[in-house]
């Protein structure tokens, strides 16, 4: 079933230059780009974004550094979308993630791990529409 997930290439891969590299990927999988743009997160946008998180004694540091820089944000959709994303991210540790993935080649460590992906089709509907209005997303 087509889906949509919501990525982040985040400030540590836009810094080590690999944001070709990591869209190369996605369109490799069938993962089609259908919205994208590179935004500096101010440090309260990044805290909405992980708003589920902030109990979490990594949530300060977790949002100083996705507001450290420019990211890009894609909508990818294509069949099982969040799941198929998840496996080519690979684990959150990038020390634990298989060869092949994107964290395990570009990943520095469990928090400077180069993107995110939606985890569920709700968080991938609230995670799209906080940075995509409709009409900015194509099929
Ligand atoms: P994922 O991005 O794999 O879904 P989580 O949702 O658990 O992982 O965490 C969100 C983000 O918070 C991670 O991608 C990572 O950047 C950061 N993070 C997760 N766990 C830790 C930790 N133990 N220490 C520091 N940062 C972390
Ligand atoms: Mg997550």
Redesign the pocket.
């Known amino acids: 079933m087509s889906e949509r997930t919501l990525a982040i290439i ?1 400030p540590d891969a836009v810094k080590k230059h690999v944001i070709g590299d990591i869209i190369h990927r996605y369109e490799q999988v069938g993962l089609k780009p259908v919205a994208m743009k590179m935004l500096s997160m101010s440090k309260s946008v990044a805290e909405g974004f ?1 708003a ?2 902030k109990a ?3 949530f300060g ?2 949002c100083d ?2 507001s450290s820089g420019p990211a890009v944000v894609l909508v990818l959709q294509g069949d099982n979308a969040i799941k198929k994303n ?1 496996e080519l ?1 690979g ?3 990038p020390a634990k993630a298989d060869a092949g993935t994107i964290r395990n080649a570009h990943g520095t ?5 180069a ?3 939606s ?1 569920s089709p709700e968080t991938a509907q609230f995670e799209i529409g906080y940075f995509f209005p409709g009409m900015e997303i194509f099929n």
């Open positions: 985040k992980y589920v998180h979490r004694p990594f540091s977790l550094f996705m998840r991210m684990a959150t540790d460590n469990i928090e400077f791990n993107v995110h992906g985890d």
